[in-house]
């Protein structure tokens, strides 16, 4: 045998199916040669005794390799094949000749009509190298076959699931859309509600109104100051608005004199007075943006030291928004102008008033003035390294820290604990 195909093969696979071949001559004694030949080797094997029989056969089954011999009656050999393509592409198709013309047969080879061709006489172990090689040029091509169905198929479904994910990104982004809608019209009525309150307690007592609108304008500066997330600074300026809404359904006689002179109340007036933050809390909770805005009302006349109402409750447990708020109405509520006002606020602090609160709205006032150099910082603010620049006392004016003093770790947890126990109201000063 003559053929361009390599000479070895890898045995074939005993625990995979077995290849089928198709044996094509019209000599009955080549096709019962080749036949026991490949049945030895493990093969499943189908004859034909001529092309016409062979195509029918290939109408009906499917085979890993198709040998035929060139010259039989009616039709050759090299055109059987070549019809055979059309019916199984895949297959490797052998063509048998006694006749070489080596430029013919090369030619067929070239256009895919013959995958090799054997020379009569052949030798036993050349072709069944030769058939071996076919079945697995066949697997193979079997295999990429598949692979290229299945990949097929994903890309359709992952078109698919593209075109159902951009439907799905554009449902999203029309939801998105229609939220952003509905929460600017949620907030333009939030607004509105606000507005509409606000104006309701000018309406009713505009003392009342007039100081809403001053408290707002601190809480503001606080709110830069300390930097509050958007969510604070709107609970708080709300709150700063609304804070005394609870007054509306108290006479606007008893609200004069309570504040004008708060002593002559009874305990009866007394009671409709401590009331005013809880009623606050109920009428600013009609909407549910507003519960937080609700707690920050109901807690603006509680006192650091515990005596002030409606709960009665003291230092940490008062919401930190309220301490702020409360710090902003002790200012208004003075009726003292410049200095005056500020030294008022200040000697509330620790009783009636959160120290660090107090030092958040001195430092946020606009009248605040801290010597070049220095600056003015929180109590949670200090940190090791600081260094004083004002003497740190009690308030029974014990000197707990002196001026030049450079901050350690000890140093602020001992102001801390001292704190806990006995508010520290003084401004706090550091070098820049």
Not at 58 to 81: E, K, V
Not at 237 to 249: K, P, R, S, T, Y
Not at 417 to 430: A, E, G, Y
Request: proline share 5%; with cysteine; net charge neutral.
């Amino acid at each position: 045998m003559t053929s361009p195909a390599p000479a070895f093969s890898s045995p074939l696979d005993p625990a995979a199916s077995p290849p089928s071949l198709l044996v094509v001559d019209d000599e009955a004694a080549i096709r019962m040669v080749l036949s026991e030949t490949f049945l030895a080797e493990g093969y499943e094997v189908a004859t034909a005794a001529d092309a016409f029989e062979a195509l029918e056969i290939l109408t009906r089954r499917s085979f890993s390799a198709i040998l035929s011999d060139n010259h039989m009656p009616r039709m050759q050999g090299l055109d059987f094949l070549a019809r055979a393509r059309a019916l199984q592409p895949n297959a490797s198709r052998i063509l048998i000749t006694g006749i070489v013309d080596l430029e013919t047969l090369l030619a067929a080879i070239n256009r895919g009509e013959i995958y090799r061709f054997v020379i009569k006489p052949w030798v036993r172990e050349e072709l069944l190298a030769t058939i071996r090689n076919a079945a697995q040029r066949h697997d193979l091509l079997a295999q990429n076959q598949n692979l290229l169905e299945e990949t097929q198929k994903l890309n359709v479904r992952l078109g698919r699931l593209n075109v159902e994910l951009e439907r799905q990104l554009q449902r999203e982004l029309e939801q998105n859309r229609s939220l952003d809608r509905l929460n600017q019209a949620l907030t333009a009525n939030l607004r509105r509600s606000v507005a509409l309150s606000l104006h309701t307690l000018e309406t009713f007592y505009p003392t009342l109104g007039n100081r809403a609108k001053q408290v707002l304008e601190h809480c503001r500066n606080m709110s830069k100051t300390l930097q509050l997330s958007p969510a604070d600074q709107a609970t708080l300026e709300i709150a700063a608005q609304l804070h005394d809404v609870g007054l509306l359904g108290v006479p606007r006689e008893l609200i004069k004199r309570w504040q004008r002179s708060p002593a002559s109340l009874n305990d009866v007036e007394i009671g409709l007075i401590k009331n005013h933050p809880v009623h606050g809390e109920e009428m600013v909770n009609f909407m549910d943006q507003l519960e937080s805005v609700g707690k920050v009302v109901r807690a603006h006349h509680e006192h650091f030291d515990g005596s002030g109402y409606p709960d009665r409750i003291s230092g940490d447990a008062i919401p930190w928004l309220s301490r702020l708020l409360a710090v902003a109405i002790a200012f208004v509520e003075t009726e003292k102008r410049g200095d005056e006002a500020l030294i008022a606020v200040k000697r509330m602090s620790g009783g009636r008033l959160d120290p660090e609160a107090v030092r958040m709205f001195l430092r946020s006032h606009p009248s605040n003035s801290v010597i070049r150099g220095q600056r003015e910082v929180l109590l949670s603010e200090l940190a090791p390294g600081m260094t004083l620049a004002q003497g740190v006392h009690a308030s029974n004016g014990l000197l707990l820290i002196p001026e030049g003093q450079t901050l350690s770790r000890l140093y602020i947890d001992k102001l801390f604990s001292h704190h806990r126990v006995n508010p520290i109201k003084q401004s706090l000063l550091v070098y820049c």
